[in-house]
Structure formats: C-alpha cells, structure tokens
C-alpha cells in the first residue's frame, strides 16, 4: 500500500514546476492522468533533446509514474471526456498561463458543480497584483522572489542558482498544499482553491534574506563578506559564499582546485568545535588567544581565517579535508559535482538516484523520490509516451467501450 493509494489526479500540467508536483504525489501512489495536446504534448518532449525523436531527458526525468493521456480541450467531444474526467479524479492540477484553463471554459465555479470534491490547484508566475497575467519561467522566478539579487558575489551582477528553486520549489509546495487541502478534505467532504505563486514560493525560501533587510537597520550585516572593510547599501547584498546561518562558513580550495573545478569544500567554523578546527589546521595558539577564542573576536577577521584554513585545506583532497573534519565535530561538505553524484554509492542504494529503462531511449539516470516514507515505498518507472494511455483511460477510468474510443479519436477529439 502506498500513502496516496486511491487518489486521481488530473494533471493538467506542462514544463517543470507542475510536473515536479504532480511527479511526487506519484510517486506517494496516487493515479496521475497527464493530459496533453494531441501531436504535441508537453513542450518538453522536444525540448533540449540528447537523442533524435526520443523523448528528452528534461521530460523523462519529470514525468515518472503517470499515465498518459492525449485529448484537446478546446474539442466540444474533448470537452464532454474532460468534464468525465473531472467527475472521475480527486485533484486538478494545472501551471498555464493566467485564465487559460478559464478560456477553456472550466472556471473554478464550474469545476466545483461538475464535482464540489475537486481539489483545483495552480501554479502562476505572480500573485494578484500588477504581474498576475505575465507569463513566468524559473529565472524569472528567481529574479523577482529576491534569489538573484542576493546571490553571487558583491562586486559581480545578480545571479541564478542551478537550484531550480523557482520551478521545483513551487512544485514541491503546491504537493504539500494539495494534500494539506486533501487532508482538510476528509472532514469537511470539500473540495479548495490552491493557488502557489512562483515569486511567492521562491521569497519563501529566501526568508533569512528578508531577515537580514531587517538586521541592515541595526548595522552592518558582520558575518557577510562586506564586513568589516566594505559598505553596505540598503538592501541585502550578495553575500558569496558566506553561511547564512548564525554560524560563519564559506568554500575553500583543496588539492588540485588548479585543474578541478570542484576542488573546494564548505567548512562552518561552529563555536563549539572551533578549538578542534584551529588544532587541526595547525594553529592550536589560537586556543588561547584572546584575538581568535571567542566568536566576537572571529567576527571582524573571517577573511584571515578562512585564509589559513584554505592553507591546510589547500595541502589535501576535499575528501581527506572531510574525514579530518568531520570526527572534530566540524560541520564540512566537499562540493560534487554532477559525475560524482551519478555515481555516489550511498545515493544509489537509498534510491535518490536510479537507472531507468525507457522503451525508446533506453537506460538513463534520474533522480527518485527524495522523500523517504517508512510504509510508502516509491519505485520510479518510466514516463509515459505521447498518449500511451489514452484507450486504456477512456475504457477504464470513464467506462467508455472500445467502438465510444475508436470514434472520439476519428472526431479529432484524443
Ligand atoms: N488541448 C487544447 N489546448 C491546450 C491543451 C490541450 N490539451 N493544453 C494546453 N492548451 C492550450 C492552453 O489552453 C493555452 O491556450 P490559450 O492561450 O488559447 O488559452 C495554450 O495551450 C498555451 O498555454 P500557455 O500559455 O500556458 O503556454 P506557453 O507555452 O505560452 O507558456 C508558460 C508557458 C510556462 C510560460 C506559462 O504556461 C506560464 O506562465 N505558466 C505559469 C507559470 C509556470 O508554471 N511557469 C513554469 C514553467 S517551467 O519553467
């Protein structure tokens, strides 16, 4: 049994953020009906293709555990199948751009008589206000949730992370707000709006930098680079690769950074493990000394001391820097890079990254179901072709005969 056994989701969604959403409520077990445009489908079938005529990665890799279905909802026939289909499923999910599902004729008033059970959940670029109709992609997001203006270097320009905090992050809150409104469902027999904005979900997960607008008023931000020698202006600045926490870390170069781009690791200088930190690096005179013992007087002078940190780490691999470190209590993590993460054993035998066999493409890596439930196991298998679905739906989930399927195709409508 799995957690979401029982609950069909009608996933109206396309690109990234929605179908990172709906992926997972897959993978938790519920029944995921991704309806797409007959001869098209989801844009990112053909989008970034590695392989001729196959379906992308950035598809495959998105679109695990979920039934396919073709059907034009602009189609009256396709319309009548789509409203079946809203009677038949639990939740509707959906990332167009503003008011195209409402184009289609089905409203959130309409919605809620052809089925008062429905849960509707949207992802949009903005909130209501003066963007609401603009159409919004992943950096867009995070130039306008506060990620970019915040990350990078202060005398560099603003920068994305490789994080896709806009997409997946709005993804990975609109589940929690579907089955939040699932959960409410079960006592008040209801079904809710959802609605995450991207802007909204990427602040959210930009909160300690609205913090810190905050803490700009009372003086200078100490544990940011800027301090104590540079300015500081009024707003947040990028702050590199400094800790946001109440504990100062930053990247250091390790043996080979030369010619390896990924030759660094984070170290936190936690107070508590400091003297085993300063031991270690080889400056034990540090233990005693009134100018380095306490983490006020470290405050002023985090350049020098990650300087000399940088000195020892320099001398070894990011992985001997590691298990030094990490027995001292010193919090440290060696930055992977995409290869070594594909093949990390650990993460292949949790399932985080698994092969997947594609009919057409064959094996390929992705990354699986990241949350772990102790009585819900996630197997991924593969995403579904253009349609695969379609009869299989029709027949089984709306109860149509194989002759109502053969002529809802010849009408144009699947
Ligand atoms: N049958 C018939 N028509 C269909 C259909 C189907 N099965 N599926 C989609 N369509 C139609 C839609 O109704 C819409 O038609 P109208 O413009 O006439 O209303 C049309 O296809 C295109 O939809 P769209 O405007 O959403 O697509 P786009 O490629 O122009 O924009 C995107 C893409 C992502 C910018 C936009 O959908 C958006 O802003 N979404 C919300 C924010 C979001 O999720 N962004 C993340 C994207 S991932 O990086």
């Known amino acids: 049994m799995k957690a979401l056994d029982g609950v069909r989701i009608l996933d109206m969604t396309h690109v990234q953020s929605g179908p990172t959403c709906t992926q997972l409520l897959a993978w938790f077990g ?71 599902l409402d ?24 909130g209501p206000g003066p963007y609401e109709e603009c159409k919004v992609y992943e950096n867009v997001a ?53 609605v995450c904005a991207m802007q909204d979900a990427v602040l959210n997960l930009c909160r300690v930098k609205l913090r810190d607008q905050q803490r700009l008023k009372h003086g200078p931000l100490t544990e940011y680079p800027q301090y104590p020698d540079g300015t500081f202006g009024d707003a947040t600045p990028r702050s590199g690769n400094a800790s946001g926490g109440g504990q100062p870390g930053w990247i250091v170069k390790c043996r080979g950074w030369e010619s390896d781009p990924n030759a660094y690791i984070y170290i936190i200088t936690q ?33 020098q001391m990650f300087a000399e940190i ?30 070594e993460l594909a093949k990390e054993p650990s993460l292949r035998a949790t399932g985080t990254v698994v092969d997947v066999d594609h009919p057409t493409r064959g094996a390929y890596l992705t990354v699986g179901n990241p949350i772990k439930l102790s009585d819900s196991p996630a197997e991924v298998t593969r995403s579904p072709l253009l349609g695969e679905h379609t009869e299989e739906i029709l027949e089984t989930v709306l109860g149509m005969t194989p002759a109502e399927t053969v002529a809802v195709r010849s009408d144009g409508a699947v």
């Open 30 to 100: 519920a029944d995921v009906i991704k309806v797409e445009r007959p001869g098209t489908g989801d844009a990112t079938r053909g989008q970034l293709r590695d392989l001729p005529d196959v379906d992308s990665l950035y598809f495959t890799m998105l679109n695990h555990n979920k039934r396919s279905i073709t059907l034009n909802t602009k189609h009256p026939t396709g319309q009548m199948i789509f409203t079946k289909l809203i009677e038949a499923c639990d939740v509707l999910v959906e990332n167009f751009a503003p008011g195209a």
């Open 103 to 126: 184009r289609m004729g089905f409203s959130w008033e309409r919605i809620q008589t052809i089925n008062p059970r429905m849960v509707y959940a949207s992802i949009k670029g903005f």
């Open 142 to 194: 995070q130039c306008t949730g506060g990620g970019a203006s915040t990350t990078g270097f202060d005398d560099g320009p603003p920068t994305v992370t490789g994080a896709q905090i806009g997409d997946s992050g709005t993804g990975v809150h609109l589940a929690l707000g579907i089955v939040t409104a699932l959960f409410q469902r079960e006592r008040s027999g209801k079904g809710q709006r959802v």
């Open 310 to 339: 940088e000195r020892w780490t320099m001398t070894k691999s990011k992985f001997e820097v590691m298990e030094t470190l990490n027995p001292l209590n010193v919090p440290c993590g060696p930055v992977l890079s995409m290869k």
């Open 271 to 303: 107070a508590a493990a400091f003297n085993n930190l300063a031991q270690a690096i080889g400056r034990s005179d540090w233990v005693d000394d009134p100018e380095w013992n306490t983490p006020q007087a470290r405050m002023p002078k985090l350049g």
